[in-house]
C-alpha cells in the first residue's frame, strides 16, 4: 500500500522497517512452513511444488493455510525502539516486508502506531529489487530512511536516505560499511556457541546411558564391549540431539507460551531456524557414520529410532496415551541398542523394567505440564491432546506404571539368573523399597507443583534422587 507523507513533523521522512531478521527475531516464510509441517506433515511435498512456482506463490499457500500467532514472535527490542522513537516525534513508520500481505498487516496490527505496510502479494515477491522500486515509487529516491538486516537489502539502501543496519555478523557489518560509509548499525545480533549448545539439550543424553545398562547388568567389562558400547552412546546422543531439535522446531508456537520453554534458543529467536535445520542434519550423518562401525543390529535400532521420533515429532505428540507410550519404547529401545552394540545376549528383565518405570515418567512429565496449566487457571495443554480434567486418571496410571517396574525388578530378584550373578543376591531387595520411595516422591511433588516438567532434569539436580542412586549402587556393590 501507498500513503501520503505526514506533513508538520520534526523529520517528514517516512522510517521503513523491514520485517525478518529485524523486527522480529526470526523468519515469517520459516515459522509458516514448520507450523504447516506441523499440522500437515503428510502434505510436506506440496511445498516443493508450491516454491517451484515461485516464491510469492510459497507465501500465499502457506497463508491461505497457516496462521502464525504474530502477537507471540520475538521482536527485536533495538528496531521497536527506533519505531517508537519515530512514533514520538508523530514521523511516519511503514513495515516493507517479502512476507506474505496478511502476516505483515497482523504485526502492523500488533505493533500500534504504524501508518502503512508494503509486503508480498501472490503476484509479487517483495524482496530486494522489487522492494526498492516500490519504496521509491511510493517515496521517491532517498525520500525515506530504511533499517534492514540482509544482503538482498543493499538495493533498497542504495535508494533510501538514511542506512540503518541489523548486522548479523562482523563480515556482514564490514561489507555494508564499505558499501554505506555512513550507515549506523543499530542492533548486532550474534548466534552464540551458547545458543547452540542449549539447543542440543546435552542433559538429555543421560538418558543414553540406558545403553550401558545390559553391559553392567550382564558383568560385560572387557575393552571391547566397553568401546562399542561407548561408540554406541555417541551415536544415540548425536541421533538424540538432532531429534530434538527437530522437534523443538515443530513445538515454537506451543514453546513461546511455556513458562519456561519460551527461552529456549528458537523459540527465542537466538537461535535461526536455518542453523537449527543444517546441526540437525550434520548431527544426523555423524549418528549414521558411527552406527556404520557397529554391528547392523545396532545401525537397526539406530534407524527405527530416528524414524521414530520423526513420527512423533510431527504426529504422534499430538495423541494423549500414544505420545507418552512411544516415548516410554524409545527408553526401552535404548537398552536393546546397548545390547545390540556390545554384541550381548538378550534378556527380557531390563526392557520391561525400562518399559514400565519409563512409561511412569513420561505420564508424570503430562502430569507436571497439567499441573501448572491447573495453577495457572487453564483448562488445556497446548499442543498435545490433554485437559486438566486428565489428571485424576494419569496419577493414577503414572502409579501402576511405576510400580510395575519395582515388580518387575522383584521377579528379577528371583530368577536363576541373580544367583549366578551375585555371591549375595538376596541383599538386592533393598533396591525396591528405595524405588518405591523415589517413584512415590516424584509423584507427590508433581501434583504439588514442586517439580520440575522434565523428570530428567529433575533427577539430575535433585540432591534427595541422588542419595537414592548412590545407596543403590552401594546396595549392588554388596550383593557382588
Same mark, same amino acid.
Not at 406 to 419: I, K
Given at each position: 500500500m501507498t500513503a501520503p507523507v505526514v506533513a508538520g513533523t520534526s523529520d517528514p521522512i517516512p522510517l521503513v522497517v523491514d520485517v525478518d531478521g529485524t523486527l522480529v527475531r526470526t523468519d515469517l516464510?520459516?515459522? @509458516?512452513?514448520?507450523?504447516f509441517l506441523a499440522n500437515h /506433515? #503428510? =502434505?510436506? /511435498? !506440496?511445498?516443493?511444488?508450491?516454491?517451484? !512456482?515461485?516464491?510469492?506463490?510459497?507465501?500465499s499457500q502457506l497463508a491461505q493455510r497457516v496462521a502464525p500467532v504474530i502477537e507471540r514472535l520475538p521482536l527485536r527490542d533495538e528496531t521497536v525502539a527506533r519505531i517508537r522513537a519515530a512514533q514520538a516525534i508523530d514521523r511516519p513508520v511503514y513495515l516493507a516486508s517479502a512476507s506474505d500481505e496478511r502476516y505483515v498487516a497482523r504485526l502492523a496490527d500488533s505493533i500500534g502506531g504504524i501508518t502503512g505496510t508494503f509486503a508480498t502479494t501472490p503476484e509479487r515477491n517483495l524482496a530486494g529489487t522489487a522492494k526498492a522500486d516500490c519504496l521509491v515509487e511510493a517515496f521517491g529516491a532517498q525520500g525515506f530512511d530504511y533499517i534492514g538486516d540482509q544482503p538482498v537489502d543493499v538495493p533498497v539502501w542504495q535508494q533510501a536516505r538514511r542506512q540503518l543496519i541489523v548486522a548479523g555478523s562482523g563480515g556482514f557489518e564490514t561489507r555494508i560499511r564499505r558499501a554505506f560509509p555512513d550507515a549506523e548499525v543499530i542492533a548486532r545480533p550474534r548466534t552464540t556457541a551458547r545458543s547452540m549448545v542449549r539447543t542440543l539439550r546435552a542433559h538429555q543424553w543421560s538418558k543414553n546411558g540406558l545403553l550401558f545398562l545390559a553391559l553392567i547388568a550382564g558383568h560385560r567389562l572387557d575393552i571391547a564391549t566397553i568401546t562399542a558400547t561407548v561408540l554406541g552412546f555417541i551415536a544415540f546422543c548425536a541421533a538424540a540431539s538432532s531429534a530434538y531439535i527437530i522437534n523443538d522446531l515443530m513445538d515454537i508456537p506451543n514453546d513461546r507460551v511455556h513458562p519456561r520453554k519460551r527461552l529456549r534458543p528458537l523459540p527465542s529467536g537466538d537461535l535461526g531456524i536455518v542453523t537449527a535445520i543444517i546441526m540437525s542434519g550434520l548431527l544426523l550423518v555423524l549418528a549414521l557414520g558411527i552406527a556404520l562401525l557397529l554391528p547392523r543390529m545396532f545401525l537397526g535400532a539406530l534407524l527405527f529410532y530416528m524414524v521414530a521420533t520423526l513420527t512423533y515429532s510431527l504426529l504422534l505428540k499430538r495423541k494423549a496415551i500414544v505420545d507418552v507410550i512411544t516415548l516410554a519404547g524409545l527408553y526401552t529401545l535404548r537398552v536393546f541398542a546397548g545390547l545390540f552394540a556390545g554384541g550381548l545376549t538378550s534378556s527380557e528383565w531390563l526392557p520391561m523394567f525400562s518399559l514400565f518405570l519409563f512409561l511412569c515418567l513420561a505420564i508424570e512429565k503430562r502430569c507436571s505440564e497439567l499441573v501448572r496449566r491447573r495453577e495457572a487457571g487453564e483448562a488445556r495443554l497446548e499442543g498435545r491432546n490433554y485437559r486438566v480434567a486428565d489428571l485424576a486418571i494419569?496419577? *493414577?496410571?503414572?502409579? @501402576? @506404571? &511405576?510400580? &510395575?517396574?519395582? #515388580?518387575?525388578?522383584?521377579?528379577?530378584?528371583?530368577?536363576? =539368573?541373580? !544367583?549366578?550373578?551375585?555371591?549375595? *543376591? =538376596?541383599r538386592l531387595w533393598l533396591i525396591c523399597p528405595l524405588l518405591l520411595y523415589w517413584i512415590s516422591r516424584v509423584l507427590i511433588l508433581s501434583n504439588r507443583n514442586e517439580m520440575h516438567d522434565d523428570p530428567i532434569v529433575f533427577a539430575l539436580t535433585d540432591r534427595i534422587s541422588w542419595y537414592v542412586a548412590a545407596c543403590a549402587i552401594a546396595i549392588v556393590g554388596a550383593a557382588i
Open positions: 516464510l520459516h515459522e @509458516a512452513s514448520l507450523l /506433515p #503428510f =502434505e510436506a /511435498p !506440496r511445498l516443493a511444488l508450491w516454491l517451484a !512456482r515461485g516464491k510469492a506463490t510459497l507465501k494419569l496419577f *493414577p496410571m503414572a502409579a @501402576a @506404571a &511405576g510400580y &510395575g517396574s519395582v #515388580f518387575v525388578v522383584a521377579l528379577y530378584l528371583s530368577s536363576n =539368573e541373580v !544367583r549366578a550373578l551375585y555371591a549375595h *543376591p =538376596e
